[in-house]
């Protein structure tokens, strides 16, 4: 996990902090009573997290749900967000062996041109989304800080919120990024667990682990307005790795009060070249206790579900503790507005327009929520 030289470094243990409130966690301690006694706490402290979080605790899923999604009421009323992602580039320079994307793995490979970028959001915006999210594979080589910059700044032209999740940057690059109109940063720690975390990238900058830990706070130190967390649950003990996402979030908080927070739920999905992978021993049960404890936890903190997910447990889970879900995805390269450029990342479960999206919401009560932010 040695730093290369030209990434930036931050005083803090919080990563230590994060990592051993990971490792010494017992998720099947715990009792019914706790449960209960949690469920019934006026505030949730970190004990209680774990406690939401632990196996006795999916057993009384039901009473998870019902907290959950009375704060959701209370602290979002009916508005539910949409945004849609939109690939740059898939070129990669890490080996991570979960992802699409990965060096090495044989597939079409292609990068957006300005030109091609504009026509991919003219075609976005015409579904009425205001927020839009641009990713890229690993390695600045391949999409360069200033090629992401030019992107953000096009993409405001057309989109009210841009976010990005890219390779992480240094404090000044992501500056760069905030002076051509990017409100937020996204960044999957994927795992907490150190030693699945160096089993599973290969090769290239995402190797170092507390770099990548660290590129939130680097992100609120160069303005932006919010940033998100998740692990890919499935590559390790999801239980220890949704509480070290929440609390990695809580901490960060609690340097940045002023940080709008969103915390994402993906699971590990099928790539080109390895249909196999799978998060088996997360169930649609224990993922919905993970929202739910993420909302009883963090009740302020948008909770995104994303297309990764099948369409049941998506609209089901957005009348819970989601707040916010993708629309008219597309996880390949130029797919918008033209034929497809570059291959996927991964497989997404629903496919379903943002039309679509929009009407389920509206028969579900909900206000879809376009963007709830004046430039």
């Known amino acids: 996990m040695q730093y290369f030289s030209h990434m930036q470094k931050i005083d803090s243990t919080m990563f230590e902090k994060v990592l051993a409130l990971r490792d010494s966690y017992e998720s099947d301690i715990y009792t019914k009573k706790d449960v209960l006694r949690a469920l019934n706490s006026s505030y949730t402290d970190i004990n209680d997290l774990k406690i939401l979080l632990s196996t006795e605790a999916q057993n009384h899923i039901e009473l998870l749900a019902l907290k959950a999604q009375s704060l959701t009421k209370q602290y979002f009323g009916n508005g539910k967000s949409l945004f849609t992602p939109l690939y740059l580039s898939n070129f990669c ?51 360069s800080v200033e090629y992401i910059a030019k992107a953000c700044a096009i993409a405001k032209e057309y989109f009210k919120v841009v976010g990005v999740e890219v390779y992480v940057l240094n404090v000044d690059e992501y500056e760069l990024l905030h002076k051509n109109s990017c409100d937020y940063v996204t960044v999957f720690q994927e795992t907490y667990s150190v030693q699945k975390y160096q089993k599973i990238h290969i090769e290239g900058e995402k190797m170092v682990m507390p770099y990548r830990f660290y590129a939130q706070e680097r992100a609120l130190m160069a303005g932006m307005r919010g940033v998100a967390f998740g692990s890919l649950l499935g590559i390790d003990d999801f239980r220890k790795d949704a509480l070290a996402t929440a609390l990695h979030a ?56 994303s297309s990764r997910e099948p369409r049941v447990f998506r609209d089901n889970a957005i009348k819970i503790a989601a707040t916010k879900m993708s629309a008219g995805v597309s996880v390949a390269i130029g797919e918008h507005s033209s034929e497809k450029k570059g291959d996927e990342q991964f497989e997404i479960s629903d496919n379903r327009s943002v039309g679509e999206i929009f009407n389920m919401l509206k028969a579900s009560n909900f206000q879809p929520i376009m963007s709830d932010y004046v430039d």
Not at 103 to 111: E, V
Not at 124 to 134: A, C, D, M, R, T
Not at 298 to 303: E, S
Request: proline share 4%; with cysteine.
């Open 250 to 305: 809580h901490f960060l908080q609690q340097k940045y009060p002023h940080a709008e927070l969103s915390l994402s739920v993906p699971r590990l999905r099928p790539i080109i070249n390895n249909a196999k992978i799978s998060a088996k021993d997360v169930s649609d049960t224990r993922l919905l206790q993970v929202l739910c404890a993420y909302r009883i936890f963090l009740p302020f903190a948008h909770i995104v579900i």
């Open 93 to 143: 320079a890490s080996k991570c062996v979960y992802c699409g994307f990965q060096k090495g793995n044989k597939i079409a490979r292609a990068r957006l041109s300005e030109e091609e970028i504009r026509a991919e959001m003219k075609e976005i915006s015409k579904s009425g989304l205001q927020e839009l999210l641009l990713l890229t594979g690993e390695g600045r080589e391949f999409a």
